[in-house]
């Protein structure tokens, strides 16, 4: 919990794909000048809460379990062809993907994402229980047809997300429709076992998940909105226009090999959150009970970057992003997070 006549605060971080190499570097350049301020805290340390979906819980549970964000800037670098390879569509016939039901396997991000966090906890595969620091993270159950939003034990009501693996629970937050098969998964630890089945991208309804840890701090921990200050990042917003009479000729446009569909699901998403926050601002704002929130984004307009790019050109272009943004960013940043 938050000190006595301290801010509550919150990471969020969007999902994106590789695009969450932008946060991942504008973190880097943060946990960089803060340890300038207080030497040896990590940067887990300076939130009271994290929330991340898709990429953006990959990131988020690593930090929480202390991985240092420069290390994860070279997760994305290092493995982006390996996660995304470039070869597929180049050997599977234009007739044959009908029959296939995702771009890309998920096993060699599952292995990557399990090797992670393990050295990060020591040599021992982690739950969500051995976080170090407060995690909201959505997912989509395709079993029940229901939102998820996995949590670390941080209120007497939460009785089973901490029992998870870590990158199991990674995983089913950025299996993303087309792009990855839905992830099943069955745990057993001292804690208690469980299966969980076909659980997809939390992005189809939280892609921005900031609202998730205002209700957070709101409902759980019982903190007034003047309390709370959001440092919510995104991972670029494109610009998607569908020209005025114009018809693509068939389905493949929106679904393969470049899901168009759910690119424009999932930016829309963190659009319209960005707003509902500022509407809940300015309600605030009426009635003295203010709630500081800083979003850091940046604006791609038409040349927008895949979320499943791995070409050189591209991830060259989203490190120089990220450092734009740090850059522009880092001093408003860094005075957010050390007022009181």
């Known amino acids: 919990m938050a000190e006595v006549n301290k801010k509550f605060r919150i990471l969020s971080i969007d999902g994106g794909g590789i695009r969450g190499l932008i946060p991942a570097k504008v973190l880097m350049e943060l946990e960089r000048e803060l340890d300038k301020i207080e030497s040896g805290k990590r940067l887990h340390e300076h939130f009271d809460l994290i929330c991340g979906t898709s990429t953006g819980a990959i990131l988020a549970i690593a930090i929480a379990l202390g991985v240092p964000a420069s290390e994860l800037v070279e997760f994305y670098k290092e493995n982006a062809r390996v996660i995304f ?8 016939p234009s007739k044959a993907r009908a029959f296939i039901t995702s771009i890309y396997s998920n ?37 029940d047809g229901q939102i998820n939003v996995m949590k670390t034990r ?21 299996s ?18 469980g299966k969980n ?22 409902e759980k ?28 000729k068939d389905i493949w446009y929106w679904l393969f090999p470049k899901p168009r569909l759910l690119d424009i699901i999932l930016d829309s998403q963190a659009q319209i959150t960005e707003q509902y926050i500022n509407f809940i601002r300015r309600l605030c704002d009426k009635n003295d009970d203010a709630l500081d929130y800083l979003r850091v984004q940046y604006d791609m307009g038409g040349s927008t970057i895949d979320l499943n790019a791995s070409a050189k050109k591209d991830i060259d272009r989203l490190e120089a992003i990220g450092d734009e943004l740090a850059k522009n960013n880092i001093v408003n940043i860094i005075k957010f997070l050390t007022s009181k």
Do not use: Q
Not at 201 to 208: E, H, M, P, V, Y
């Open 85 to 92: 390879p470039k070869w597929y569509f180049k050997v599977v």
């Open 107 to 143: 096993k060699a991000l599952h292995k990557k994402l399990e090797e992670v966090y393990t050295k990060a906890n020591g040599g021992t595969k982690p739950l969500l229980n051995d976080l170090k620091t407060n995690v909201c993270i959505p997912a989509f159950n395709g079993n």
């Open 154 to 174: 941080h209120h007497e009501d939460y009785m089973r997300d901490y029992k998870l693996p870590a990158h199991e629970v990674a995983l089913s937050s950025a």
């Open 176 to 193: 993303a429709p087309i792009y990855f098969p839905p992830h099943s998964f069955s745990f057993a630890n001292e804690f208690g076992s």
């Open 197 to 218: 089945v076909n659980m997809i991208d939390g992005g189809i309804f939280a892609n921005n998940p900031s609202l998730i840890g205002i209700l957070e701090a709101t």
């Open 221 to 248: 921990f019982g903190h007034a909105f003047s309390d709370i200050s959001l440092l919510s990042l995104g991972t670029g917003k494109g610009k998607h226009v569908i020209k005025t009479g114009w018809k693509p």
